[in-house]
């Protein structure tokens, strides 16, 4: 996922290129098919500290720590200024476990000049002035895993009610705030299909992100160092939460959608997106 994006699309439909490695997602992301082993090498996280965002000032304090929210309680999943309202299926010392709706509204950012973050050239796209956005969350529900002092969350789609697969969305390590949990989407990610392969997505965004001097090349660096990381240790090693089997769960029925809160940015997106 790109942060700051309006796309609010599920990203698991692909159509193959002529080269059967690379795949096109439904969103427009290029995905590289991934062979090998993972290289991971130890990763330093200090770098991609400043790219943390926040609407609110906290006080802030690292995810895994009481008090926790307890199940079925809202919780407003922030990527920066970008607000996801979500149901809370899980909340422990292990990480955050929660259900974001389909048609869930939510706050994103898009280009001022109204076009679609993906209708964008790739050098354009870490560029120029965003302005907030009320949008919803299209496609099925997602269920999404932030474990603890990991800088991933796993996302798992369902297609007709079979999994489509697993999303590995690399970010920061979540900080939290009462009924809010922050963190900072960082461009790269890893698409686990229903097969098990693995797939690198939007490795052509974060070289545009570097090239266009959003991310330092030594943030690049890191990102790349975290796809590794998550790949040997989340998709080689089954580590938590893949060794988990959340493939049959499924929201009560008695849950209704969360609302966005009433923030000055929701009031000011409200203020200022087009009717669809």
């Not at 400043?50 to 802030?60: I, S």
């Not at 309202?85 to 929660?98: K, N, T």
């Not at 870490?126 to 299209?138: H, L, S, Y």
């Not at 789609?157 to 920061?172: R, S």
Request: hydrophobic fraction near 35%; include cysteine.
């Amino acid at each position: 996922m790109t942060d700051s994006s309006s796309d609010t699309s599920t990203d698991t439909s692909t159509d193959t290129s002529s080269d059967p490695d690379v795949q096109v997602s439904g969103s427009g992301g290029t995905m590289t098919r991934l062979v090998g082993e993972a290289q991971p090498r130890e990763v330093d996280l200090s770098p991609l500290a400043p790219l943390r965002q926040a609407e609110g000032d906290g006080p802030w304090s690292a995810a895994g720590t009481a008090p926790f929210l307890p199940v079925g309680a809202v919780v407003q999943w922030r990527y920066g200024r970008r607000c996801d309202p979500m149901r809370v299926v899980r909340d422990d010392e292990r990480g955050l476990v929660a259900w974001l709706a389909a048609d869930t509204e939510i706050l994103a950012t898009a280009p001022e000049d109204g076009r679609a973050l993906r209708d964008l050239p790739l050098a354009e796209r870490f560029t120029g002035t965003r302005v907030p956005t009320i949008g919803a969350w299209f496609g099925g529900g997602v269920l999404r895993i932030a474990p603890t002092d990991r800088p991933w969350s796993v996302w798992l789609f369902w297609e007709d009610g079979e999994l489509d697969g697993h999303y590995v969305n690399l970010e920061l390590p979540h900080r939290r705030h009462g009924e809010e949990t922050n963190t900072r989407d960082l461009v790269l990610d890893l698409w686990l299909d229903s097969s098990g392969e693995a797939w690198l997505k939007d490795a052509d965004e974060l070289t545009a992100a570097e090239s266009t001097g959003v991310y330092t090349a030594a943030q690049a660096d890191e990102v790349r160092a975290i796809a590794e990381w998550a790949r040997a240790e989340l998709v080689e090693g089954r580590a938590w939460p893949l060794d988990e089997e959340w493939l049959t769960w499924r929201p009560p029925a008695d849950w209704s959608t969360p609302p966005l809160p009433d923030t000055p940015l929701v009031r000011e997106a409200r203020r200022t997106t087009l009717p669809g």
